[in-house]
């Protein structure tokens, strides 16, 4: 069972340049995340989806878009890369279990770590 | 909106020592509490989690904490430390629908011999 699979682990990109983070889930949960992790911040949510076909904003969003066609996918795009987006990028998911609450067991993936010169 | 503070951002205990960390959210409604832990290099473990219920929560490795609701707290605690303790420990609240989280900025322990 490998759980959550983010690929690459270490990435280096110019100013300007595009990439996708892929992120992979092999425990059929509905819902998926991701954050960014920078030193003395904790973790903020980019973007999240409660199934395919479903994404929503997070509180960090601008500078990345999502996409959700299949339950075990969500790739993390970044259109045109900047030294702020700089850090470790972990992608999360887990079962809606509370239905009232949504709120449920997240899952973390490994982490990607993004450097942008 | 919701939030959570850990004041403290590094902690020294000595191995043996019994340990406390501080966590204070600020949430409408009741909360659903999170303690994670990061090791250098690594994703993010789940502790213990609390969501209703006995307001002390047992976790693994040995760790606790904590419900008070007057306090606004969820404090992590373990009676005694090992090495292997040494981390990042994130405190974090269910923000809503879709099981968002609203995290902490961590506390990294350092575990002396």
Same mark, same amino acid.
């Not at chain 1, 960014?36 to 989806?49: F, K, T, V």
């Not at chain 2, 043996?16 to 090791?39: H, I, K, M």
């Given at each position: 069972?490998?759980?959550? %699979?983010?690929?690459?682990?270490? $990435?280096?990109?110019? %100013? ?29 949510? &980019? ?8 994404? =929503?904003?997070?509180?960090? *969003? ?9 339950? #075990?996918?969500? *790739? ?18 887990? @079962?809606?279990? =509370? ?6 067991? /997240? ?7 993004? %450097?942008?010169? | 909106?919701?939030?959570?503070? $850990?004041? =403290? &951002?590094?902690?020294?205990?000595? #191995? ?6 501080? !966590?204070? @959210?600020?949430?409408?409604?009741? *909360? ?9 290099? $690594?994703? /993010? ?42 981390? #990042?420990?994130? !405190? ?22």
């Amino acid at each position: 069972n490998a759980g959550v %699979t983010q690929t690459p682990k270490f $990435q280096v990109l110019k %100013t300007g340049q595009s990439m996708t983070l892929q992120c992979a889930q092999d425990m059929n949960h509905e819902y998926m995340s991701w954050y960014r992790q920078d030193p003395g911040m904790g973790l903020r949510l &980019i973007h999240y989806s409660v199934g395919a076909g479903i994404t =929503d904003q997070g509180e960090v *969003p601008n500078g990345y878009n999502v996409s959700r066609s299949t339950t #075990e996918d969500f *790739p993390l795009r970044l259109l045109s890369a900047a030294p702020s987006q700089t850090s470790v990028y972990f992608c999360a998911s887990s @079962y809606l279990r =509370d239905t009232r609450s949504g709120t449920g067991e /997240l899952f973390f993936g490994e982490g990607s770590r993004l %450097t942008v010169l | 909106a919701q939030s959570v503070t $850990q004041p =403290d &951002i590094h902690i020294t205990v000595s #191995e043996g020592a019994s340990l406390e960390l501080r !966590c204070n @959210y600020s949430y409408g409604a009741t *909360p659903y509490l999170f303690w994670y832990v990061q090791s250098p290099g $690594q994703g /993010l473990q789940l502790l213990l989690k609390y969501f209703s219920g006995d307001t002390l929560v047992q976790g693994i490795k040995g760790f606790e904490a904590e419900f008070k609701r007057s306090q606004s707290s969820f404090n992590l605690r373990k009676p005694s430390v090992h090495w292997s303790d040494a981390a #990042e420990y994130f !405190c974090a609240v269910g923000a809503g629908y879709g099981n968002k989280l609203v995290f902490g900025a961590g506390t990294i322990l350092r575990v002396k011999s």
